[in-house]
């Protein structure tokens, strides 16, 4: 996980020899194609190499623009839009042979004192060591999206309820909890790093409950319900590692026209909020 984020910088890239170009390159992901969360990622490293080492990114807005191959190197082209006294911008182009596939701005800010205040960590939630991960429900499941879910995936899941993993949830609801953290520990206190691994991360979630509002589940998608992230803004509040267990508290508002919006809060097991994400996709549920 650590390496796909270790981008090579490119020098002279462009007709004047300019600089901000870095190659990254791919980890397996599900149906054979680039996973969303990555490339989100490896874009905002790529950004965060261009601003001082004191500016940390706080928010992110990015849309995904095309499907990724697995086979192609992605380059990762970085504008340098404004350096002020507290904060910086950035916008990142993903590119596949010189075709965006992902375009992603990024806001940087120094670390600096303010009011403080944070919306709760809802109460009563079970502790992951409390339930089922998704290693758990899906270790003996002989499928090619589950020996993904087990092996392939950077992260492991548990959700504070019923998955959807190998049915839906009856209850139809539109909210849902569950427990990440990247399956190893990390050897690194490095902030941009983790604040990218969560970006990385929450891709996989964010349209959970999406399906689970309507009904259906992860053995639907691709066939009978077509997915993909469309765009992504991110809030980052607070520092957290991510190979520390995070709680993530979601909702899906609105499903309408081929499109559901995913939203999410996302706390330490300590209850300190840590960031703030929304995600609109495309999913193509019957009416």
């Not at 992901?29 to 940390?56: C, E, F």
């Not at 206190?189 to 992860?218: I, K, N, Y």
């Not at 909020?273 to 929304?278: C, E, M, T």
Request: net charge negative.
């Amino acid at each position: 996980m650590l390496a796909v984020l270790d981008l090579r910088e490119v020098e002279g890239w462009g007709p004047h020899g300019e600089e901000d170009l870095w190659r990254g390159r791919s980890v397996p992901g599900l149906a054979n194609r680039v996973y969303g969360g990555q490339v989100l990622a490896q874009a905002l490293i790529a950004a965060g190499r261009t601003v001082d080492a004191d500016r940390l990114p706080h928010s992110i807005h990015a849309y995904f623009l095309r499907e990724g191959a697995l086979d192609v190197p992605i380059d990762f082209a970085v504008e340098r839009l404004r350096d002020g006294r507290s904060f910086s911008a950035r916008r990142a182009h993903a590119l596949q042979g010189g075709t965006p596939i992902l375009s992603l701005t990024a806001s940087f800010q120094v670390d600096q004192p303010g009011f403080d205040h944070a919306a709760p960590m809802p109460q009563g939630v079970p502790a992951p060591e409390e339930v089922p991960s998704a290693f758990e429900l899906l270790g003996s499941v002989n499928h090619p999206a589950a020996r993904f879910w087990v092996h392939d995936s950077a992260f492991e899941l548990a959700h504070a309820g019923r998955s959807l993993y190998l049915g839906a949830d009856p209850a139809a609801a539109s909210t849902q909890m569950v427990w990440v953290r990247a399956r190893r520990p990390l050897d690194s206190d490095d902030r941009l790093l983790h604040r990218a691994l969560l970006a990385f991360a929450c891709d996989q979630v964010m349209l959970e409950p999406v399906l689970r509002a309507a009904g259906t589940s992860w053995l639907d998608v691709g066939g009978k319900v077509p997915m993909a992230s469309l765009d992504h803004a991110m809030w980052w509040h607070r520092d957290a590692r991510v190979d520390d267990w995070l709680l993530f508290v979601q909702e899906a508002p609105s499903a309408q026209g081929g499109r559901g919006l995913g939203l999410a809060r996302v706390y330490t097991r300590d209850g300190e909020l840590v960031a703030s994400i929304a995600q609109e996709g495309m999913v193509r549920l019957p009416a």
